[in-house]
């Protein structure tokens, strides 16, 4: 049963995806991106990561998400897009390439399956990997640091009006 919900919810996953790129409208990209990360989630409870869906849906759907629509929204003539399309083809040869590579990285690894469910992992684990030694407090830091200025930005755009 597992195996069906992964699967829709990774063919929902690559939809949604392409429609980020695809869609002309900045604020439908953005629904689509809110839709992208919700099947993400769903990826992450199929696989028995229920802490890292909960912090997918708190911090990219709630926030991330909501901070970009925002931010679209307040923003003015974003809604038209790039009327002149000039980077249209660089951006497909670059995805392309892109595409390519990663076929190619896909298809010359050598997946090793796992018939056990994996352990839980709990809050005590994931803090000390990320914060422990040899763990990722550097990266947790900037993305912090980001998050703020992201925010600031969007109460500058919307203190000009």
């Known amino acids: 049963m597992f195996d069906i919900i ?6 929902t996953a690559v ?5 980020v790129v695809a869609l002309r409208d900045v604020f ?12 993400v989630a769903g990826i992450y409870v199929t696989l028995y990561a229920d802490f890292l869906a909960v912090v997918q849906i708190l911090i990219y759907v709630g926030a991330i998400s909501i ?4 931010a679209v929204m307040l923003t003015q003539d974003v809604w038209r897009g ?8 660089p ?4 995805a392309l390439a892109f595409v390519l590579v990663l076929g190619w990285g896909l298809a010359g690894t050598r997946w090793l399956i796992s018939s056990e469910v994996p352990k839980q992992p709990t809050v005590t684990g994931i803090g000390a990997s990320l914060f422990g030694e040899g763990g990722y407090l550097l990266p947790v830091e900037i993305a912090g640091f980001l998050l703020v200025a992201a925010v600031i930005g969007a109460i500058a755009l919307m203190r000009e009006k």
């Open 6 to 11: 992964f699967w829709l919810l990774a063919f």
């Open 15 to 19: 939809v949604a995806a392409l429609g």
């Open 28 to 39: 439908r990209a953005a629904l689509s991106m809110i839709l992208l990360f919700l099947a």
């Open 67 to 70: 901070l970009i629509v925002v």
């Open 82 to 89: 790039s009327p002149s399309g000039r980077f249209r083809l």
């Open 91 to 94: 951006a497909f040869v670059a």
